[in-house]
Structure formats: structure tokens, C-alpha cells
């Protein structure tokens, strides 16, 4: 009689439905781990990919950076051989370049072409200019190199670096959006996933209460998986950040070596060509006038020769204090070549320049030089006229210097048509 009643319909149903219920559940329960185990991978692959494409856009701009030193050194230093390494690392750069481009090339999507073309673009427009530059430092013309490189080398670069720099925010973005989009997927399974758990399990706790442990956990190792990429893309940011700015550093150092007489830490030739193109084009636009002087230290050689190059060095260090303690404001001084120098004073008429330069020979005269004799300079200057190039301008200040080395030296001469 209890046989019977265990075996009753009733009895019969429900062990039915707890079987079907139990079957369900396990059921349940392994298409969800297959699917959340797709959906992981799946997100695992897309943002390892991501990773590949900012490892490789890093790397791009670092080789890139490299070259643009390595011009610079081939283009500063003096030694042969630390040149030729320079050189031979500017090759080796231009090949790591390559290939970090052709890997990036394969994991770029449709919809990133447009950036990708971008980056191509400026590359091939660089790889050119920086291969002319390195020719001309073959061939010794190192100014020419260097106006090159300062004029149009660092602007490429700075575009392909902000260039690169957009495309690594938008990669950034992109692999959070990819990030943030698994989570959403991985949460609307779960919850689809516990919905329907929720129901078949009303008779058991004991299944929801695996099935929602083995979903938080699922959901922790996404989680730990999404930390670690953040810390990486931080970590990688923070490194592109480091490095642009020893770049800036690096480049401010080379505009200031490229621009600067070494031994009296004046204007050089270069720098002060730039200067008188700058006031050309404002006396041209503006009519603002600029005088230049011609200051040259007399029988400079017979120092040399008498007390040696270290003395007359000496010599030109403290003649590059005097010309900074006479002019001061809105001038600018450099050092035209051996024992010469140039002042260019603006918004000048002629007869203030004179009134100046008289003033610079006597302190030239009155100061104490480290070499026992007196030491004078003889002054020429001319003042820009209607007209006039600044080519012109610098030949008839030369001839007013000219004038006043024959006129026996230690004198100011300001250049006149009428004579």
C-alpha cells in the first residue's frame, strides 16, 4: 500500500518535474558557461588586438622620435665616428619603423583607415625630407641641415606625433567602449540567465544558489581582466607622456646649440639672419626701422700670436659682456665670425645708433681684458632706408666698418651716400 502511494501519479509527476527542473537547470547552466566563456574569449581577443595596435602605434612614434635624434646628432657632432653610429642608428630606426607599420597595418579595421592613411601620409611626406637631411649631413653641409631640420623636421614631427597621439586616444576610447560593451553583454546574459534560473529554481535554492556563485565569478574575472587592461593603457599613456616631453626638452636643447655661438653664448650667424628676416618684413609692412652695427676688436690677430687662442678667447667672452651691459633693450647681439660681432638695434634712427655705439667703444676702451695691453674696436653702421634689402643694409655697414679700420681703427663710422 505505501508502494502504491510512493508510485501514485501525483508522486510520479512531481519526480517528473524535478527531474525536468534538475535537467534544466544543468542545462541552463552549460549553455550559460559556454556562452559567458564565448562572450570572455571573444572580448579577450578584441582587446588583446586593441593592446597590438597601441604597442605597435607606441613604437611607431618612438622610432620615429629616434630618427629625428639621430639627425640631430649626425648634424651636432663632431667626432666622425659618433657620427657614422648616429647615421647607422638612423637606418636601423627607419627599419624597426617599417616594421612596427606593416604589423599595425594588419590589425587596422574599416573604420580606421581614415586615421591609419593619416599617419601614412605625414610618414611619407617625413621619410623624404628626413633622408635629404641626412644626405646633406654626408655631404658636410650641416647648416643647411640644421635650418632644414629646425624649419620643417621638428614641425613634421610634431604633426606625426599628435597625429599618433589622437590615434592612441581613439584606441583608448575604442578598447573602453569594447570593454564597456562585454560587461554589458556578460550582465545582460546573467540577467536573462538569472531570470529564467530564478524561476526553474523556486523549488531548489540549492541550484540558484549555484548558478548565481558561478556567475559572480565569471563576472570577477572580467573585472580583474578589465582592471588589468586599464592599468596597462595607463601605464603605456604615461610612458608616450614621458617620452614626448624628453623629446620637447631635447628639441628645445638643439633650437638653443643651433642658435647659439658656443664660446661666447651669443646669437650665432644663423640665428641672427633669422632676426634681421623678421625685421625686414616689419620695416617693409610697418616702417620700423633697425640699425646694425659692425663691431670688430682691432689687431685681434697680434693677441693670438702674442699671448696665444686660450687669451684671445678670453678675450671675446669678455667682449660679449660689454656689447650685453651697452645694449639692452630692444637690440639684439651676435657673433658674425671670428673676431666680429653684430648689434642690431631697433626702432633706431642713425644718429641714436652713433650716439650707442660711441658709448660701447669707450666702455670697450675703459675695460680691463685679461692680456696686458689695451684693447679698442672699430665700429661701422648703417641705418635700413626706403628701399634698401637687408643684404644691402649689412654691405654698407661692412664698408663703414671698412672706413673705420682704414681711418686708423678705434672709431665710430655710420654709412653715408652723400659721401
Given at each position: ?13 512531481i ?86 607599420r ?40 650641416i ?7 629646425a624649419n ?61 556563485r ?20 595607463k ?128 666702455k ?50 655710420v ?5
Amino acid at each position: 500500500m505505501t508502494r502504491k502511494k510512493f508510485f501514485n501519479a501525483d508522486n510520479l509527476l512531481i519526480a517528473i518535474a524535478l527531474t525536468s527542473i534538475i535537467v534544466l537547470v544543468f542545462t541552463l547552466v552549460s549553455v550559460s558557461k559556454k556562452m559567458t566563456t564565448e562572450t570572455l574569449d571573444e572580448a579577450s581577443h578584441v582587446i588583446n588586438t586593441q593592446y597590438q595596435k597601441l604597442h605597435n602605434l607606441l613604437n611607431l612614434q618612438l622610432y620615429g622620435q629616434k630618427r629625428n635624434i639621430n639627425l640631430s646628432l649626425m648634424l651636432l657632432l663632431d667626432d666622425a665616428f659618433a657620427r657614422d653610429e648616429a647615421m647607422m642608428a638612423f637606418y636601423q630606426d627607419g627599419s624597426n619603423y617599417v616594421k612596427y607599420r606593416d604589423q599595425l597595418a594588419k590589425l587596422i579595421g574599416q573604420n580606421e583607415q581614415e586615421w591609419y592613411q593619416g599617419i601614412q601620409s605625414l610618414a611619407r611626406a617625413a621619410d623624404p625630407l628626413q633622408e635629404s637631411i641626412a644626405e646633406l649631413a654626408l655631404e658636410g653641409q650641416i647648416e643647411k641641415g640644421k635650418d632644414i631640420l629646425a624649419n620643417e623636421g621638428m614641425q613634421q614631427l610634431s604633426e606625426f606625433g599628435q597625429r599618433i597621439n589622437d590615434f592612441s586616444r581613439f584606441q583608448s576610447q575604442q578598447t573602453q567602449k569594447l570593454i564597456s560593451q562585454s560587461r554589458r553583454n556578460i550582465d545582460q546574459t546573467m540577467h536573462q540567465i538569472v531570470l529564467v534560473a530564478t524561476l526553474l529554481v523556486l523549488v531548489s535554492f540549492f541550484f540558484a544558489y549555484l548558478m548565481a556563485r558561478r556567475f559572480h565569478m565569471m563576472n570577477l574575472r572580467l573585472k580583474v581582466a578589465n582592471d588589468s587592461l586599464e592599468k596597462k593603457v595607463k601605464h603605456r599613456t604615461q610612458r608616450l607622456t614621458e617620452a614626448q616631453s624628453d623629446l620637447l626638452e631635447k628639441n628645445r636643447i638643439l633650437e638653443r646649440l643651433s642658435t647659439t655661438d658656443a664660446l661666447t653664448q651669443l646669437h650665432n650667424r644663423l640665428k641672427i639672419e633669422r632676426i634681421l628676416e623678421t625685421l625686414q618684413t616689419r620695416y617693409e609692412t610697418n616702417q620700423r626701422l633697425y640699425t646694425i652695427l659692425f663691431i670688430d676688436i682691432d689687431f685681434f690677430k697680434s693677441i693670438n700670436d702674442s699671448f696665444g687662442h686660450h687669451s684671445g678667447d678670453l678675450v671675446l667672452k669678455d667682449m660679449a659682456r660689454c656689447l650685453r651691459n651697452t645694449f639692452t633693450e630692444k637690440s639684439h647681439i651676435g657673433r658674425w665670425g671670428g673676431e666680429e660681432f653684430i648689434v642690431i638695434l631697433e626702432e633706431i634712427d642713425a644718429h641714436q645708433a652713433v650716439l650707442l655705439a660711441e658709448e660701447c667703444r669707450q666702455k670697450v676702451q675703459a675695460h680691463e681684458f685679461p692680456v696686458s695691453r689695451p684693447i679698442t674696436v672699430s665700429i661701422g653702421l648703417a641705418t635700413i632706408e626706403h628701399g634698401e634689402t637687408t643684404s644691402e643694409v649689412i654691405h654698407l655697414a661692412d664698408m663703414a666698418l671698412y672706413d673705420s679700420k682704414h681711418a686708423g681703427r678705434n672709431r665710430v663710422t655710420v654709412y653715408s651716400k652723400e659721401a
